[in-house]
């Protein structure tokens, strides 16, 4: 299972790449600012140099057992579906905003 993990991981960094190498530069800025957002939620840090210190594989935890569970299940796809056409609805109806960014790609605050 472990091996499993690690496989699923270097894919999802690979498709990762591929995607952010093919993007335009202000979406780069948006997947950066983004994936800090994700480390500062999930390490509570800012520290860079500490992340190259976490050992990834003990961050999996129960819960992230779970979401994946849900995540793969035809019921989480059907409620993701539903998100997104909830989300899609409101761009189309001028009820969201963009997302705004300071000069250093960081989310700016409203």
Do not use: C
Request: proline share 3%.
């Amino acid at each position: 299972m472990k091996e499993n993990m690690n496989l699923s991981a270097v894919s999802d960094e690979q498709e990762i790449m591929t995607i952010v190498h093919r993007l335009p530069p202000e979406r780069k800025s948006q997947i950066l600012a983004f994936a800090r957002f994700l480390a500062f939620e999930t390490f509570q840090t800012t520290d860079l140099a500490a992340l190259e210190e976490i050992d990834f594989e003990d961050t999996y935890t129960e819960a992230d057992a779970r979401w994946d569970q849900l995540l793969a299940s035809d019921e989480g796809q059907f409620t993701l579906d539903r998100l997104a056409d909830a989300a899609l609805a409101s761009i189309r109806a001028g009820e969201a905003s963009a997302i705004g960014f300071t000069e250093d790609g960081e989310i700016a605050p409203r």
